[in-house]
DNA sequence: TTAAAAAATTAAGTATGCTTAAATTTAAAA
DNA sequence: TTTTAAATTTAAGCATACTTAATTTTTTAA
């Protein structure tokens, strides 16, 4: 059983290499909010115990052992935020810090009785699929980043990235939501600002904003 | 904010005290299992801390600030093992050693949800007290220890002592439940066992395990 | 009231997971 | 291709919470 920390370290390395980006150390430092040198240590720690695959400069990948345990996090992690919302009535914007630190101090058998009660959800509520008890994704459905859009295309919203409460809070304030259809009206050429117009009005994102939304093109 | 180990010394002292025993260093140490050296480091940060009062060989007691921490703990303990219980149906022997997780990573937002939830609930499943979100505790109806219960008598169970799930487990096999009714038949005066006699039949219960079990008279 | 036993404390040292600063390797630019 | 910059690693050290062994204090019992 790897520690918090760790548990922490390939969950992070998991997902960087699931954006199809490289697990860097400083990427990986920069997400935990720790010094590179300590994120050395730590990959050092995880290759010894045979999680990762790490070489000195070269950067570093999961083994098959290291990835049954990010997925378990993951799991752990999606449950509980899909738990605290549908059943405990948490925010949409407050359920990623909550689950951040349950999801370490949660057994087996309680995650699978959440995932009984849930009746074996498949995303979690910010879009992300949920591995199954035995680590097996659901099949997500096509999607682009918002910043990858086309003008005058409809788009409906799958999935967005919970990691910054801020961010889940603007999305609820112009009405994104899961499953929110709108319409790109414009992309500015200069800065890449995205105009975008649903239900609630029209808005400019900036393309920093923008990076977090993931979109599936829906026919009018 | 105490850390974690802190949290369970904290916790610890106050139910020695609480059963009106002495906290000592070496108490302290063996419900945590740790060293007595281990406690007494513990006790003099603390100290320095101001949640505890502490002189060398002189035992510890709690200052007010370590007992606003010992029942936010118990608190978020005591709702936990009812939730998991009631909600998501894990047994009376279980939740125990859930709780005992989870408690130390549950904002107050989180727990005041669940007890939301559950209507303010005033016991846990074990019938231990849940302090409110001020500290204040639960008047709780007079009760004796079974080991100091007469023979003859018609009891019914007010509280166990959750600690060790073994007991729990035993208990739950003889149909001792909260609220069960049962008559003391016997006791021995040699070892101080204890027959007793339920809807489930008659047992003999060592004084060890009587020791666990918190009793109140009533009338057939 | 003193000697032995028990309890508590101090001392020295360990594992984990961090830090900053210095050194090294790799990548980018001139 | 050389120089510079960026990324990464190494080195040294710190805080927390433990350990075992030695020492001190308190309690109990002879
Ligand atoms: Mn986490
Ligand atoms: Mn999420
Ligand atoms: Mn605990
Ligand atoms: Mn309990």
Redesign the pocket.
């Known amino acids: 059983m ?5 548990e ?2 390939l969950k992070t390395i998991y997902q960087r290499i699931e954006e199809g980006e ?1 697990a ?4 990986i ?1 920069r997400t ?14 995880l290759s010894l115990q045979g999680f990762v695959n ?7 990948s999961l083994t098959a052992k290291g990835r049954k345990e990010a997925l378990s996090l993951l799991r752990r992690h999606r449950l509980w935020e899909l738990f605290l919302m549908k059943v405990l009535k948490l925010k949409w914007d407050e359920v990623h810090k909550e689950a951040e630190l349950l999801e370490h101090k949660t057994s087996e058998k309680l995650i699978d009785k959440i995932d009984q009660y849930l009746n074996h959800p498949k995303f979690d509520p910010h879009g992300a699929p949920i591995p199954d008890k035995r680590g097996v994704l659901p099949k997500e459905k096509k999607f682009i980043r918002l910043d990858a859009a086309k003008e005058n295309k409809i788009y409906t919203i799958v999935k967005v990235n919970d990691k910054d409460d801020e961010l889940i809070r603007y999305f609820a304030e112009i009405g994104f939501k899961l499953n929110t259809k709108f319409e790109v009206k414009k992309i500015f050429n200069i800065d890449g600002t995205i105009t975008v117009k649903n239900k609630k009005g029209q808005f400019n994102l900036s393309p920093v904003v923008a990076k977090n939304i993931f979109v599936r093109e829906v026919r009018k």
Not at 24 to 27: E, L, P
Not at 54 to 60: H, N, Q, R, S
């Open positions: 790897p520690t918090v920390s760790k922490d370290y490289q860097s150390t400083s990427s430092a935990l909010k720790v010094s590179n040198a300590a994120a050395t240590d730590m990959l050092k720690k790490y070489k000195k400069y070269k950067g570093v």
